[in-house]
């Protein structure tokens, strides 16, 4: 699969660090699957991935954490 941005490089699996933050809060996922281009770099997340990132967030903003760090973890 070409990639969507570039339109130049092959999408290739791997993992990411994803950073998600709300007001003065920030949440960091370790080891995070996602499809990465070999050209340009980006990366997409599935929409499953993107779900749950939104809910393990949504856990950590609501118990008022300033900083948390996690490795990523289909529930």
């Known amino acids: 699969m070409n990639c969507p941005l570039c339109k130049q490089g092959i999408m ?10 709300r ?5 960091i996922f370790k080891h995070v699957p996602a499809i990465f281009c070999d050209d340009c770099g980006d990366y997409f997340l599935d929409e499953q991935t ?7 967030a949504e856990v950590a903003f609501a118990a008022g ?3 948390a760090i996690s490795t990523f973890a289909v529930a």
Do not use: D, F
Not at 12 to 21: H, N
Not at 50 to 56: D, Y
């Open 12 to 21: 290739k699996p791997g993992e990411t660090t994803v950073v998600l933050t």
């Open 23 to 27: 007001n003065e809060a920030t949440v």
């Open 50 to 56: 993107t779900q749950v990132l939104h809910e393990q």
């Open 65 to 67: 954490q300033e900083v």
